[in-house]
Nanobody, 115 residues
Framework: QVQLVESGGGLVQAGGSLRLSCAAS????????MGWYRQAPGKQRELVAR???????KYADSVKGRFTISRDNAKNTVYLQMNSLKPEDTAVYYC?????????WGQGTQVTVSS
């Protein structure tokens, strides 16, 4: 089992920034990929950003140029730097880790962007 704990969410005005962190309970050095997903009320969960074991990165079109995903293997942590936030970024953000033995989710952290 792997536990993922997200932090860094909160309330911010449009145009502001937040940095989300996802700390894993085990080494992420060999994780296949880690990602951030979000789910807004009444909508399906969607991919925001994903980074693979070879540091290949994918972003949703809606966040390109504003969000940056990164990882610190020494701290078993993945980050999501979110700049120029918009009200439509409001959602619960979930961390995801893909290991060979399974896929794991964090409990989520709320991000609310006011206009």
């Amino acid at each position: 089992q792997v536990q993922l704990v997200e932090s860094g969410g909160g309330l911010v005005q449009a145009g502001g920034s937040l940095r989300l962190s996802c700390a894993a309970s085990r080494s992420i050095f060999s994780v296949l990929a880690m990602g951030w997903y979000r789910q807004a009320p009444g909508k399906q969960r969607e991919l925001v950003a994903r980074i693979t074991i070879v540091d290949s990165i994918k972003y949703a079109d809606s966040v390109k140029g504003r969000f940056t995903i990164s990882r610190d293997n020494a701290k078993n942590t993945v980050y999501l730097q979110m700049n120029s936030l918009k009200p439509e970024d409001t959602a619960v953000y979930y961390c995801n880790a893909e290991f060979t033995q399974g896929r794991y989710w964090g409990q989520g952290t709320q991000v609310t962007v006011s206009s």
